[in-house]
């Protein structure tokens, strides 16, 4: 549970209004509401007017807006449901579906990039394919491992930070975030590209007509993810399985149909690389640079692979099993769609392509060219059914560049949602929506993607550029933690030799890579990434150091009220014949002692009953299994059971009142519009920080809960009041 310490509003207010004398209120007036005068509790012939026997907390009764919103995002979930957990996760077929599209569409512009950068060398994509293969394998055993000791997910951020420390955590978070916004963007205007590269005349060089289509598309991204990760993944899924087969078709059969040619490109490799070697303008040393450049700058074929052990929490129980399940499917299509394509690239003499005039080139991509070569000439009759079929490929390729950004709509809030939970960003995002879903990370996500995309005006080249250096930032910190672990393991597992291997050769592989790619791109974007990268760092320091400062505050706050002295009598039971009041509290500490000594001093021996309420709010953090749900649930329990035995020490009759929930202000007003019914003479109080000069980002940082639970209050005639608390 992330919860405040502080139940804060958006500013000081009251929930009534008018004071006529110590103790005497005049609670706002609200129409068909009973009323009934009480004497004051000071016996003098002033009275306290109260509102009495509110309006019963029936469900509103359904809107035009809201039967549309339901409609649209689908009916609310419940935490309390057994079979909750079971319904939302995804099997390892479905994960491999929602979560391996970033891999495989990365086949759409990763081995297109590393061919073309050969520099006339063609026979080394022979190599390009067998190293392609051999490192996602590499990368995807070395993440296996990662949720085999992780099993609660998380993926680089959580390892980073286990093992390496905090700063290493928040710069890998970092970088994943902004990787996730830009692998959302550039897919969608990858797949923009493709789809209009397909379309006739005028409209195939219309940008604002492509940029306003890829906007729509991100929209209904966003509406799919925040109903929830199953349903977006199940709407994709049609569009993933025609990718797969029609790519394995040009795959196998273009090596089946060039079967016959692999003697002879034996020859034509053993021969090249001869040449190239013995060539003082080349060299040994020189052809080994062209290679490691061109595997470098193809290295967004390796995107998306992290994906699986961050989005563990999704995954069907048991979750480990599951996830590794999803990376062996994750690996096994990628080596095969990206090493294949490489070959079929050789066997089909694609490199001619480079020798046509650019005006030939334009709205060609190597893969639209390799279908053309492996099925242009199919025919049934006088039926062209190649074209049906290239027509279809290239068609799936852009449309799965579309559900690519499924990969980051899934893990890119997972992750921020860890980071929430850990204070390196607001707290709220690592709340969950009533779909169970975490909508404001969702909503950021999709947010900046299309922000970003219409500042670069859908331009995929630049945006490739970008996006292609964090993920091995990341890889590189995570390969790096995994080493330090088994290193520091050798003495408890003998086997440790065995996996640090692995580990060492992903760190050097990704080092390589994320090097040779800043640098070749420096000035053409990646230097963006770069800065941008660095101010979510510097941000979410910030942000962190806020937290722990009023977290210091409130210790001190703590430290002063804990020992408080009580009386020698003792308080039972609430009584529903007397004046009661309500106290919205978190967990036990200074705040809601604070909060609890206001009310006796602002209204003095008024109120006879004192009854505590709190909300066991589920967020991604707890959201993990039923065992969470319930530890968390005896906490807060726990809590409201000490302030109970606090106010009765002090005198009070008191009880305590809890509701389990996604969202505080909700399951709160809930538990409230039962204790009204319970005490017709009933008072709401809660706490808030207040600063000297509130700003906005403050309102940003710290909840609102008690502004959220007065307001729902008032409109159905309950008095409440804040109680102010000073941060600084």
């Known amino acids: 549970m992330r919860q405040d310490p502080h139940l804060a509003g958006r500013r000081p207010r009251r929930g009534v209004a008018g004071a006529r004398g110590p103790g005497h209120l005049t609670p706002i007036a609200a129409s068909g509401i009973r009323r009934r005068t009480l004497p004051a509790p000071d016996g003098n012939d ?18 035009p807006f809201r039967r549309f919103w339901r409609a649209v995002f689908g009916a609310p979930r419940s935490v309390q449901d057994p079979g909750v957990f079971h319904s939302i996760s995804l099997i390892a077929f479905l994960a491999w579906v929602g979560l391996g599209a970033d891999g495989l569409s990365s086949s759409a512009y990763g081995p297109p990039e590393a061919f073309k950068n050969l520099q006339g060398q063609w026979y080394l994509a022979v190599f390009l394919a067998l190293a392609t293969a051999l490192t996602v394998f590499i990368i995807s055993y070395g993440y296996s491992r990662v949720i085999d000791h992780f099993p609660h997910g998380g993926g680089g951020y959580v390892v980073a930070t286990k093992l390496l420390g905090k700063p290493a955590g928040v710069v890998s978070g970092s970088a994943l975030l902004v990787d996730y916004v830009l692998t959302i963007t550039v897919s969608v205007a990858a797949g923009g590209d493709a789809i209009f ?161 650019e005006s030939e080139q334009i709205g060609k991509t190597l893969n639209s060219v390799l279908a053309e070569a492996f099925a242009g000439q199919w025919h049934i009759g006088a039926i062209p059914i190649g074209k049906g079929f290239i027509l279809i490929t290239i068609a799936s390729e852009a449309a799965l560049l579309f559900v690519a950004a499924q990969t980051g709509f899934i893990d890119g809030p997972r992750v921020m949602a860890n980071m929430a939970v850990d204070s390196w960003l607001p707290h709220r995002f690592a709340s969950l929506s009533d779909r169970l879903t975490t909508k404001d990370g969702v909503l950021l996500m999709g947010v900046s993607a299309i922000v970003i995309l219409m500042s ?85 320091v910030w942000v962190r150091a806020h937290y722990r400062s009023i977290a210091h505050q409130l210790r001190k706050l703590d430290h002063e009220f804990m020992h408080l002295p009580t009386s020698d009598h003792h308080g039972g039971a609430a009584d529903p014949k007397k004046p009661t009041a309500v106290l919205l509290v978190g967990s036990f500490g200074g705040v809601g002692i604070h909060s609890l000594l206001s009310i006796q001093r602002m209204i003095p021996n008024y109120f006879k009953n004192l009854i505590f309420v709190s909300a066991a709010v589920i967020d991604s953090g707890v959201f993990k299994g039923r065992e969470e749900v319930e530890a968390l649930q005896a906490g807060v329990e726990d809590s409201l059971k000490k302030y109970v035995d606090l106010a009765r020490r002090l005198g009070w009759n008191s009880d305590y009142a809890l509701s389990v929930g996604t969202d505080a202000a909700e399951e709160l007003t809930k538990i409230c519009f039962a204790q009204a019914k319970r005490f017709p003479q009933v008072m709401f109080f809660g706490g808030k920080l207040i600063w000297k000069r509130e700003s906005w980002w403050q309102r940003i940082l710290h909840n609102e809960t008690s502004f959220q639970v007065q307001r729902r209050l008032q409109w159905k005639g309950l008095p409440m009041t804040i109680i102010p608390l000073r941060a600084q």
């Open 456 to 540: 670069m005006h859908g331009s995929v080249d630049a945006l490739v550029v970008m996006y292609s250096i964090n993920v091995f930032l990341t890889f590189s910190l995570t390969n790096l933690a995994m080493s330090r672990f088994w290193l520091g393991a050798r003495e408890k597992d003998p086997k440790w030799w065995r996996h640090i291997i692995v580990h060492i050769l992903g760190l050097v592989l990704c080092s390589a890579i994320l090097v040779v790619t800043v640098l070749e791109k420096f000035d053409q974007g990646a230097w963006k990434t770069l800065v941008i990268t660095c101010a979510l760092i510097a941000l979410c």
């Open 46 to 63: 002033d009275h306290v007017t109260t509102a009495t026997e509110p309006p019963p907390p029936d469900p509103e009764a359904p809107d």
């Open 197 to 357: 590269d397909l379309m006739p005349g005028a409209l195939r060089t219309n940008l604002d007509l492509k940029v306003g289509c890829e906007v729509a598309v991100l929209i209904v991204l966003i509406v799919l993810n925040l109903r929830g990760v199953k349903e977006s993944v199940k709407a994709v899924m049609p569009i993933f399985l025609v990718f797969v087969l029609t790519h394995a078709v040009l795959v196998i059969g273009g090596l089946t149909q060039h079967a016959s040619r692999f003697p002879a490109v034996a020859h034509e490799v053993s021969a090249g690389i001869h040449s190239a070697v013995v060539n003082p303008a080349i060299g040994a040393w020189g052809l080994f640079l062209i290679f490691l450049r061109a595997f470098s700058l193809g290295g967004g074929t390796y995107t998306g692979i992290e994906a699986v052990s961050n989005g563990l929490q999704i995954m069907r129980e048991p979750k480990v099993q599951t996830g590794q399940r999803t990376m062996v499917y994750m690996a096994f299509s990628l080596a095969f769609t990206a090493g294949g394509i490489l070959l079929c690239y050789l066997l089909f003499d694609v490199q001619k392509f480079f020798e046509l005039p």
